[in-house]
């Protein structure tokens, strides 16, 4: 095996979304859908190519034309699809979406007998972590096996050969049989991180006690209302073992919560928001970049935010991730880091 760190390996679920075309239009009244690809990792890896890392994703696709569609889409942007295994007998997910700004956005998974969640311990081990020097893995990929096995293994190999865990909570409520389940998992989990991203809802979800905290209006699965008290919330991760938690707070910017309990808060960029699905996943992509180039946390956040916000305004998720001079003119034009 090779000596030489490659930068970032993403691993989780990949995906054909279907955006609607009739933007502020209800979900009923949809006419027609624009064909991009998502997927939290999938978008984090592309993310994270745009700004000139070399970066791979390990997912898993079907044996299908939504499967291909996915990985020319990947080879086009320069991201390393050697790890992505084609599963015969699973199906590509997707994704349906409604764009209602400017705080609805509904969605719809496709995702039973999903290729992603079939990556298994094997696929792991072909895939060279010890190559890296990040490893960012993907809450959705442990609602079920194999993929969950192969999460925690991939980890244990990490944790192994120096290679820095990043976990995206990505709480996604209709994919897990019981919202409790999420929590369970990630706690076990999270004594290998050493970064946690995610949004105050996603925090919540990873701490909660019982299910009737949650409750999801108009479809928006991946951004449900859960009740809780943040602060104790922010206290049980960090009391986990991270070293750091990076708290999304969408146009408020971003919170870096240390172990020892300091908190920094990072501003972040005005813009009119048209579409908030991807924001995060272009945040975690920025805020990678800011880290492989050995920025502090407050700098690395900034650009996480810069590109959160780009995207926001455009109406997809992988396919609008903005490239390294866009965010830094944007930065720039925005006043600087």
Same mark, same amino acid.
């Given at each position: 095996?090779?000596?030489?760190?490659?930068?970032?390996?993403?691993?989780?679920?990949?995906?054909?979304?279907?955006?609607?075309?009739?933007?502020?239009?209800?979900?009923?009244?949809?006419?027609?859908?624009?064909?991009?690809?998502?997927?939290?990792?999938?978008?984090?890896?592309?993310?994270?190519?745009? /700004?000139? $890392?070399? #970066?791979? !994703?390990?997912?898993?696709?079907?044996?299908?034309?939504?499967? *291909?569609? &996915? +990985?020319?889409?990947?080879?086009?942007?320069?991201?390393?699809?050697?790890?992505?295994?084609?599963?015969?007998?699973?199906?590509?997910?997707?994704?349906?979406?409604?764009?209602?700004?400017?705080?609805?956005?509904?969605?719809?998974?496709?995702?039973?007998?999903?290729?992603?969640?079939?990556?298994?311990?094997?696929?792991?081990?072909?895939?060279?972590?010890?190559?890296?020097?990040?490893?960012?893995?993907?809450?959705?990929?442990?609602?079920?096996?194999?993929?969950?096995?192969?999460?925690?293994?991939?980890?244990?190999?990490?944790?192994?050969?120096?290679?820095?865990?990043?976990?995206?909570?990505?709480?996604?409520?209709?994919?897990?049989?019981?919202?409790?389940?999420?929590? /369970?998992? $990630?706690? #076990?989990? !999270?004594?290998?991180?050493?970064?946690?991203?995610?949004?105050? *809802?996603? &925090? +919540?979800?990873?701490?909660?006690?019982?299910?009737?905290?949650?409750?999801?209006?108009?479809?928006?699965?991946?951004?449900?209302?859960?009740?809780?008290?943040?602060?104790?919330?922010?206290?049980?991760?960090?009391?986990?073992?991270?070293?750091?938690?990076?708290?999304?707070?969408?146009?408020?910017?971003?919170?870096?919560?240390?172990?020892?309990?300091?908190?920094?808060?990072?501003?972040?960029?005005?813009?009119?928001?048209?579409?908030?699905?991807?924001?995060?996943?272009?945040?975690?992509?920025?805020?990678?970049?800011?880290?492989?180039?050995?920025?502090?946390?407050?700098?690395?956040?900034?650009?996480?935010?810069?590109?959160?916000?780009?995207?926001?305004?455009?109406?997809?998720?992988?396919?609008?991730?903005?490239?390294?001079?866009?965010?830094?003119?944007?930065?720039?034009?925005?006043?600087?880091?």
């Amino acid at each position: 095996m090779s000596n030489k760190k490659l930068d970032v390996i993403t691993f989780g679920r990949s995906s054909i979304d279907l955006y609607s075309q009739n933007i502020g239009t209800s979900f009923n009244d949809i006419k027609g859908f624009d064909a991009f690809v998502g997927g939290s990792p999938l978008n984090i890896a592309v993310a994270c190519a745009r /700004l000139g $890392v070399n #970066a791979s !994703l390990l997912t898993a696709v079907g044996n299908d034309k939504v499967g *291909e569609f &996915i +990985l020319d889409f990947l080879k086009r942007e320069k991201v390393n699809t050697e790890c992505i295994p084609v599963k015969n007998g699973t199906r590509s997910s997707a994704v349906v979406l409604g764009i209602e700004p400017p705080d609805k956005f509904p969605l719809v998974y496709y995702r039973d007998n999903a290729a992603d969640s079939q990556v298994d311990i094997d696929d792991v081990q072909r895939a060279n972590i010890p190559n890296y020097r990040i490893l960012l893995i993907n809450g959705t990929a442990l609602n079920v096996e194999p993929s969950r096995s192969a999460t925690f293994f991939a980890t244990e190999i990490a944790n192994k050969n120096d290679v820095d865990v990043v976990l995206d909570l990505d709480f996604r409520a209709d994919q897990w049989h019981d919202y409790r389940a999420f929590g /369970l998992t $990630v706690r #076990a989990i !999270l004594p290998r991180v050493k970064i946690a991203i995610g949004t105050e *809802e996603e &925090i +919540l979800a990873a701490t909660m006690d019982d299910a009737s905290q949650v409750t999801i209006k108009d479809q928006q699965i991946s951004a449900p209302e859960i009740k809780g008290d943040i602060d104790v919330s922010i206290d049980r991760l960090l009391a986990s073992g991270i070293e750091t938690l990076i708290v999304k707070r969408g146009e408020a910017g971003a919170s870096i919560y240390s172990a020892d309990g300091n908190r920094t808060d990072v501003p972040g960029f005005p813009v009119e928001v048209l579409n908030v699905l991807g924001a995060g996943d272009a945040f975690a992509g920025g805020f990678l970049y800011g880290i492989l180039q050995g920025w502090d946390l407050y700098k690395a956040c900034r650009m996480g935010n810069a590109s959160g916000a780009q995207v926001v305004t455009k109406n997809g998720c992988a396919n609008f991730m903005p490239t390294l001079e866009e965010s830094l003119k944007f930065i720039e034009d925005k006043g600087g880091f």
